[in-house]
């Protein structure tokens, strides 16, 4: 515990140090549950979107990609249920006056939500009072009188826009079930409890998509649709370097299973502050389009090409938190290995991010071995070729070894070291992130080299 919980503080204060993500409004004293991407951080997430924009929409005939408003009509989130139920039962210490989720405190002790108010406050042991319902969505109001009209929220999840454009998906793609509606895009909760870093905040980054299934005539066939999903997620966390065995698929069952939801899989994380959720994936049958319909009076029936009947499709919903990805990226990459200094004989801590290659923010950094005008000259014009296809950095301050140790801790796989042998053989020192070896390539051969090897 106590070396999980190091990990974690060296996490955050590298990720500082090095660029990726910044406290919110920090000049400020911050701004509780904010976090801002600093230059490699928005790199590294936008890494991870591409990827999977790339694997699920551009590498499917089945999925089309969408991008929606963030304000929608009240009425949307007055249909899906969010003004009313979108909420989160708190109970307040009477002693300390902490604030704690009373979910989370029942789960942890296992005892039903009405008995938490017999717990003892886990902060101070203190009394807590009876649970009270909160309401996550924040308000706002448009125009410049906010007394003149009715609130809007902003929106608490990013699935609602897909749902309230089905209809002009299918009247304008010519998409055939089953297919998917894609997008991704923040979201904004009224979060109450404590963050664990980027864990919990009040405004996060979701990718999600709404699968659309005819009506199954038989549990197999929506299983078989949600086994295939579930298959999917598995290999799509695979590919952000995430083992197996640090993921658990959570079967949610009886009460915790929403009323409208014929089987849930929570797939969690082994944080370093707990078996936490990381995605979801949802069968939530035909609710939130019947919803709309009614609540709307539109027409979002789906016209079978084959049988011309009409009917309301079922869905199958993954969810992917962003942030959570990028957290669970950064925790499974994050590794210290007894590694040489340049003094012969001495080892030190060797910090080293092993993020998988197409994810690294900098995929490639040059580093000329002085800062003697033909080398700089050298090593400028090879590091503009490279970033032609690779993203690349180009540093010339400092020993090479403390150039080395920076890179190694912000995931870069290849440095690229241009010295003065360079200048009469045409061949630079190319040095891999995870074994630190150096092996000499010649310049001509160099960019087919990193190609092969990104
Ligand atoms: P939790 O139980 O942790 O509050 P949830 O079940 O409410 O999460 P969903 O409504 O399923 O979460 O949201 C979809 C995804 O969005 C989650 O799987 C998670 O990755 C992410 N997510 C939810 N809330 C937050 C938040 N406050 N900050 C960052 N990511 C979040």
Known sequence: MQKKENKMEKLVSLAKRRGFVYPGSEIYGGLANTWDYGPYGV???????????????????DMVGMDSAIFMNPKVWEASGHVDNFTDPLVDCKECKERFRADHLAEENGVALDEVAKL???????????????????????????????????RGEIAQG??????????TMRMKLPFGIAQYGKAFRNEITAGNYLFRQIEFNLMEFEYFIA????????????????????????????????????????DDLAHYSKRTVDIEYHYPFGLKELYGLAYRTDHDLKNHMEASGA????????????YLPHVIEPSFGIDRTFLATIL???????????????????????????LAPVQVAVLPLSKKEPLQVKAKEIAKAIGQKQRIEYDESGSIGKRYRRQDEIGTPYCVTVDFDTLEDGAVTVRDRDTMRQDRVAIVELYDWLARNL
């Not at 694997?55 to 005939?61: G, P």
């Open 43 to 61: 790199q590294l997430k936008k890494n991870i979107i591409d990827a999977w924009w790339r694997r699920f929409v551009e590498n499917r005939l």
């Open 120 to 154: 003892p406050c886990p902060n101070c042991k203190g009394e807590l009072t009876e649970p009270r319902t909160f309401n996550l969505m924040f308000e706002t109001h448009i125009g410049p009188v906010s007394s003149d009209n009715k609130p809007v929220y902003l």
């Open 162 to 171: 897909m749902f309230v454009n089905f209809k002009n998906v299918i009247d």
């Open 215 to 254: 009506p199954p005539k038989s549990d197999e066939d929506w299983q078989k649709v949600f086994e295939e999903w579930l298959g999917e997620m598995k290999e799509w966390i695979r590919s952000l370097g995430i083992k197996d065995d640090e993921v658990y698929f959570h079967e949610i069952e009886g």
């Open 299 to 310: 027409d979002m029936r789906y016209t079978d090409p084959n049988t011309g009947e009409k």
């Open 332 to 358: 499974s990459a994050y590794d210290e290995e007894e590694a040489p200094t340049a003094n012969d004989g001495e080892v030190e801590t060797r910090v080293v991010m092993r993020l998988p290659k197409h």
